[in-house]
């Protein structure tokens, strides 16, 4: 059940890379609760992989890919989730193969989603150590999930499913 706790897990975090946030725990659920042996994931946005590890923990079978645009995420997600070569750097859906046209059973994406105007409103912690690009979601915050959405469709299986971070405001 989504009430279950989920496993205590070591993410591994290099300096310079998002630092995953308690809340994501509710997509990670959510993810969990979708996926079977064999199911097609991937983990967009990933950062340092947490979600894919939470979902390589849960159920070793799953088929999971992770991708990212910052290239210090991606080195760091490579020693959390294994194999580390499905770990793939570039923007959005471009870097993954294409032979998963169709073939996915769940995409879930923690894009950055604080607005521009915002990030100067943030803890010091994340405004001052995170990447911007981790963070800077475009004037409404919705920028990278809009283009998620938007190129999601041929990616997924029918059936499948689309989860998306978001903050409660949007």
Not at 44 to 54: F, T
Not at 148 to 163: E, N
Request: proline share 9%; aromatic share 4%; with cysteine.
């Amino acid at each position: 059940s989504l009430h279950d706790a989920l496993p205590i897990l070591r993410i591994h975090i290099d300096s310079g890379v998002f630092v995953p946030r308690r809340r994501t725990e509710f997509l990670a659920r959510q993810a969990c609760s979708l996926v079977t042996p064999g199911s097609v994931v991937v983990d967009m946005c990933c950062g340092s992989g947490a979600v894919g590890v939470v979902l390589q923990s849960t159920l070793d079978a799953v088929d999971l890919y992770a991708v990212d645009v910052e290239p210090a995420a991606v080195r760091c997600a490579r020693r959390n989730i294994t194999p580390p070569e499905r770990v793939l750097e570039g923007d959005l859906f471009e870097p993954l193969p294409t032979k998963l046209l169709g073939r996915v059973d769940v995409v879930v994406a923690n894009a950055p989603y604080v607005p521009t105007e915002s990030i100067r409103l943030m803890p010091p912690e994340a405004r001052l150590h995170e990447p911007l690009v981790s963070l800077d979601g475009g004037t409404d915050g919705l920028d990278l999930q809009r283009r998620i959405i938007a190129d999601a469709a041929p990616w997924l299986r029918p059936g499948g499913c689309l989860l998306v971070e978001t903050s409660t405001e949007q």
